[in-house]
Nanobody, 119 residues
Framework: QVQLVESGGGLMQPGGSLRLSCAASGSLFSIHAMGWYRQAPGKQRELVARITRDGSTNYAGFLKGRFTISGDNTMNNVYLQMNSLKSEDTAVYYC?????????????WGQGTQVTVSS
């Protein structure tokens, strides 16, 4: 079992920056990768960024270098630095942990943190 707690969301003006944090607890050794997803009203949840235990990262194409995911190989904490925020970045952001075992992948989710970009 893995528990995830996000923090750092809030209201920001367009062009500003926010840093999201995700603290993981439980069976950290079983985590293969962690990531950030977001869900805007009326839209499906989508991947924002993902980082594996060995440090490999991948990002959604729409970000164009504005966001950076970071963490360490303990998978205890993962962060999302969000710069040059736009109104379309408004969404609930969820932390995700992927656990691999017994030939299958299990996803764990945090409760989500609201990010609102508005003037």
């Amino acid at each position: 079992q893995v528990q995830l707690v996000e923090s750092g969301g809030g209201l920001m003006q367009p062009g500003g920056s926010l840093r999201l944090s995700c603290a993981a607890s439980g069976s950290l050794f079983s985590i293969h990768a962690m990531g950030w997803y977001r869900q805007a009203p009326g839209k499906q949840r989508e991947l924002v960024a993902r980082i594996t235990r060995d440090g490999s990262t991948n990002y959604a194409g729409f970000l164009k270098g504005r966001f950076t995911i970071s963490g360490d190989n303990t998978m205890n904490n993962v962060y999302l630095q969000m710069n040059s925020l736009k109104s379309e970045d408004t969404a609930v952001y969820y932390c995700n942990a992927e656990v691999l075992g017994l030939g299958r992948k299990t996803d764990y989710w945090g409760q989500g943190t609201q990010v609102t970009v508005s003037s």
